[in-house]
């Protein structure tokens, strides 16, 4: 079992930036892929960003593609997701989730366990 915790969400202008973090107890992290979600009110949830077990890969939705940045620190059993240049479309709940092994999804029903998420609302 993984027990993940999102932090870091909030209110900010458009141009701004935040850092979200995910921090997971439980089971091995370093054997999971980690990866971000976001949903907006009335949509439904998509896939942000996601980072190898190892922190060596990392791949992102186009939406967000050179602005966000997802990193991993396994000494810390923390997941981070660096958001750059931030626009009012970037508001939703972002969700930390794990998936066992080596691979790296992009589509919720690969991944094992979800955080409870943490708003982020980008004012204009």
């Known amino acids: 079992q993984v027990q993940l915790l999102e932090s870091g969400g909030g209110l900010v202008q458009a141009g701004g930036s935040l850092r979200l973090s995910c921090a997971a107890s439980g089971r091995t992290f370093s054997s999971y892929a980690m990866g971000w979600f976001r949903q907006a009110p009335g949509k439904e949830r998509e896939f942000v960003a996601v980072i190898r077990w190892s922190g060596g890969s990392t791949y992102y939705a186009d939406s967000v593609k050179g602005r966000f940045t997802i990193s991993r620190d396994n000494a810390k059993n923390t997941v981070y997701l660096q958001m750059n240049s931030l626009k009012p479309d970037d508001t939703a709940a972002y969700y930390c989730?794990?998936?066992?092994?080596?691979?790296?999804?992009?589509?919720?029903?690969?991944?094992?366990?979800w955080g409870q998420g943490t708003q982020v609302t980008v004012s204009s």
């Open positions: 989730a794990a998936a066992f092994g080596a691979h790296m999804p992009s589509y919720e029903y690969e991944y094992d366990y």
